[in-house]
Structure formats: C-alpha cells, structure tokens
C-alpha cells in the first residue's frame, strides 16, 4: 500500500545552524509531494511542494530536494530559528488534486 | 480572511456516546478533508470531499464513522457509538482546485477524549 516514512523522529539544532530533515516514500507513481509543519496545539501548515518531474526547489530559507531513484525527499532549513521548532511532515499525492497521504512526522527541536 | 474553523475545539465524552464534530471550510475552496491524528498512527486520512461528494472514504475506521457535506460551507464528521479508542485530534481542511496541488488549509483540530 502506500506510504511515506521518515528515517529520524527527532532532531535537535543549534539556533543559526543548518537542519535536513529527510522523508523515504514508498509509491514510485506519486507526482507531487509537500512539507508540511505542525506548531503545537495547531493544524499543519504548508510549506512548500515539488513535482516528481523536479529534483530541486527552493523558497525562503528551505529548500525541497527530491531523489526519485532511491525514493527520498528532504527539507533543508537554512539558519534555523527558534521559531522553526515544530513537527514536520512529509505528504505525497498520486496527482494534482487528489488526496494527501502523511509521513509519520520528524520533531525539530532548536536550541537557542 | 477566516481560515477553516471546527467546533467544538474540545470535547470529552463517554464511551457508547454520539459525537459530532463540525467544519466550515474556507468560501471558495471545493474540497474537503477529514484526518484524525495520533500518537500511534499519525496523520491519517479518512474521508475527503470535491464539490460535496465524497470521493474517497477508504481510511473511515468503521461503521461507527461517517461524514456528510450537505452543503459547500459545511461537513460534520459523527462517531457513533464513541469508543475509546476514538480519543485523538480530528482535522478539517480544505483546498482550492486552482491553488498549489497539495496545499491543504487546516483548521485547529478537534480534540476528542473518550472516557
């Protein structure tokens, strides 16, 4: 069936210092996929998406890389801030518009 | 501009109980999700709607489950009777057919104890 994964469920950083969080997905025939954050005590929030058709992409201060050879998907968080502390998630789609499946989630603790 | 709200924001109940939880997704967006969230299980999806059809409903645990969108500014999700087993965090949210593929718009979660 499908599924979306994580290699590490918690991950600690020092404030200014770079963070990867990284995400293995199962369904080769998925054609989008998107980070999402969860702040405590709220709804995940998007933060950006690649299409399976890119390897790379960036927005401000992350960037989404996308290995489709070995099924990989990272997030990289550049200067990371305090206020980046959250749970992340990986999600994936077989096509535009259609249901987002969940990774299992990677905490993000920084440390001021 | 309001984002999806859900109501009630919290509630307690006992076991063999009717639950419904309640979601006004943002005016526009034509598609609706339901997921519940867990400790154990994650995020995951249970139902979700396109112009108030509900397109797949394969994640809805059981019977004891089931959701209805009568209208485009309104679903509820019901449990009954409630179980334990229920207790999580249930998330309305809902996406624009002409936004970004995947970007969903959640509410603040529906957190559901049952006693």
């Known amino acids: 069936g499908e599924s979306v994964g994580l290699h590490l469920p918690t991950l600690s950083v020092q404030e200014g210092d770079n963070s990867i969080i990284n995400c293995a997905y199962s369904?080769?025939?998925?054609?989008?996929f998107i980070w999402y954050k969860q702040e405590s005590g709220k709804g995940p929030q998007f933060i950006i998406d690649?299409?399976?058709?890119?390897d790379k992409r960036q927005g401000q201060r992350v960037t989404v890389l996308l290995n489709k050879t070995v099924k990989h998907l990272s997030l990289q968080i550049a200067a990371t801030q305090p206020g980046d502390s959250a749970v992340y998630f990986c999600?994936?789609?077989?096509?535009?518009?259609?249901?987002?499946?969940f990774g299992p989630g990677t905490s993000l603790s920084v440390i001021p | 501009d309001a984002g999806v709200i859900q109501s009630p924001r919290h509630e307690v109940t006992e076991m063999g109980q009717e639950v419904t939880l309640r979601c006004k997704p943002i005016?526009?967006?034509?598609?609706l999700f339901w997921y519940r969230q867990t400790m154990m299980r994650g995020l995951e999806l249970l139902i979700y709607?396109?112009?108030?059809?509900?397109?797949?409903d394969s994640g809805m645990p059981e019977d004891r489950f089931s959701a209805k969108m009568p209208n485009a500014s309104f679903s509820t999700l019901k449990i009954q009777p409630s179980e334990p087993r229920d207790s999580a965090v249930y998330f309305c949210?809902?996406?624009?057919?002409?936004?970004?593929?995947?970007?969903?718009?959640f509410g603040e979660g529906s957190r559901l104890t049952v006693l």
């Open positions: 690649i299409r399976s058709n890119m």
């Open positions: 709607f396109n112009n108030n059809v509900p397109i797949d």
């Open positions: 005016s526009g967006h034509n598609s």
């Open positions: 949210a809902s996406s624009s057919g002409t936004g970004v593929p995947g970007e969903l718009f």
């Open positions: 999600a994936e789609m077989k096509t535009s518009y259609d249901k987002v499946i």
């Open positions: 369904n080769s025939a998925s054609d989008y």
